[in-house]
């Protein structure tokens, strides 16, 4: 069996990205768009891709923030895909773990992860790695379009 390499995503994963993307979510980023979002993203997120067998099949972003409510960085998990026929071979749990070491490295206490609550597998995914429910995720939509199409893979 292929080992897992997960390693910090690159402005020249832009391509392979925008392509997982558009499995995840169902919209179509171009690579440019990737390489965009990267670079701005840049010093907040911490993006890392998943290779097995030399080709990226998986990626996850931390979020890292400081904010006023407590004098640790505020740790989230804003992004976490497998790409359809590479699921169960523990790269999701690979791309958590690598997160979850980057969050205590930066004095984190705790990681938080917002998923659909009718995702189940995800749920399965998270619980199985220790998260617990704490709250209930709420959002405002400026406009009757959403950015995500419903039951994207």
């Known amino acids: ?10 402005e020249a994963d832009a391509a392979a990205l925008a392509t997982l993307a558009a499995e995840f979510t169902g919209l179509l980023p171009t690579p440019e768009q990737m390489q965009a979002r990267l ?7 911490h993006p890392l891709v998943a290779e097995l067998e030399g080709k990226v099949v998986g990626f996850a972003s931390l979020r890292l923030l400081h904010y006023l409510g407590e004098d640790v960085p505020y740790a989230e998990i804003t992004e976490l895909f497998v790409t359809q026929s590479y699921r169960r071979q523990g790269i999701a749990r690979a791309l ?3 997160m979850e070491a980057l969050a205590q490295a930066a004095d984190a206490t705790g990681l938080t992860v917002l998923a659909d609550p009718d995702n189940a597998a995800a749920l399965s ?29």
């Open 1 to 10: 069996m292929s080992q897992i390499v997960i390693r910090p995503a690159q």
């Open 39 to 45: 670079q701005r993203s840049h010093g907040i997120e």
């Open 96 to 98: 958590m773990t690598e």
């Open 125 to 153: 995914v998270y619980r199985s790695a220790g998260f617990e429910t704490f709250a209930i995720g709420l959002q405002k939509w400026f406009s009757a379009e959403r950015p995500y199409q419903e039951n994207a893979a």
